[in-house]
């Protein structure tokens, strides 16, 4: 079952722009991650924050976590075109031997 | 770098064969997952392995069995393929952690998309 719903399903911005994606989850978790997918090929992992942690940034990202509404965002800043992917949550509860629950997918196509 | 490496980035099968599609890991990991990706859908976790010869069904283990004899190869094999199996594949990796910290990521592989005729 996907735990995960990203809102929205798909985003398109210009270059300069920044684009913020939603997820949402279900149940409580240790940790939710974000990826990023490049058109046909594997996931790549981007940030991570801990059920403890209300926000984190790495470098253009900038993650928040509200765990009272079971939601969290990413926000990229300055996108660029190379920003072009497609963008997953994934949560991780306790005790599941390291499997993660993913959404559906947030397309953000950056348009130069 | 983790380097996770699938047998094939394309693959043709027809219907009623068996398919073997091989992942593995340089990285000394415990915990192997086995995705498949479908338009809309996300990924679905097929089956995962947390150690060798351990295995735990994920949420569609339907028409799918897996191996793993060595603690870097992790196969999927589709005992007789149909062609609601046709999809992406993906493979990935994790060290046993639990810390909540950057060990706590997936490392995919770059996928194997398959298609049953």
């Known amino acids: 079952s996907q735990q995960g719903e990203e809102d929205p399903q798909a985003l398109s911005i210009q270059e300069g722009e920044n684009a913020t994606m939603n997820c949402s989850y279900k149940?409580?978790?240790?940790?939710l991650q974000w990826y990023r997918q490049n058109s046909g090929r594997g996931l790549v992992h981007l940030i991570l924050i801990r059920s403890n942690e209300r926000e984190k940034h790495s470098g253009r990202l900038r993650v928040t976590l509200d765990t009272s509404k079971k939601s969290s965002s990413l926000l990229i800043t300055a996108s660029r075109a190379a920003d072009t992917a497609s963008y997953f949550c994934?949560?991780?509860?306790?005790?599941?031997?390291?499997?993660?629950?993913f959404g559906r997918g947030t397309q953000l196509t950056v348009w130069p | 770098d983790v380097k996770v490496t699938q047998s094939s980035r394309y693959l043709v099968k027809r219907t009623g064969e068996k398919v073997f599609l091989e992942c593995v890991q340089d990285?000394?990991?415990?915990?192997m997952f086995w995705y498949r990706q479908d338009p809309g859908l996300g990924l679905r976790l097929i089956y995962f392995s947390y150690d060798v010869k351990m295995k735990e069904k994920g949420d569609i283990p339907e028409g799918y069995s897996v191996s793993r004899e060595k603690k870097e190869r992790f196969s999927l094999i589709l005992e007789s393929a149909s062609t609601n199996q046709t999809s992406m594949y993906l493979c990935?990796?994790?060290?046993?952690?639990?810390?909540?910290?950057?060990?706590?990521?997936?490392?995919f592989g770059p996928g194997t998309r398959l298609t049953v005729l």
């Open positions: 149940t409580s978790i240790n940790n």
């Open positions: 990285m000394d990991h415990e915990n």
């Open positions: 994934a949560s991780e509860r306790g005790s599941t031997l390291g499997r993660l629950y």
């Open positions: 990935a990796s994790r060290p046993t952690s639990g810390s909540g910290g950057a060990t706590d990521t997936q490392y």
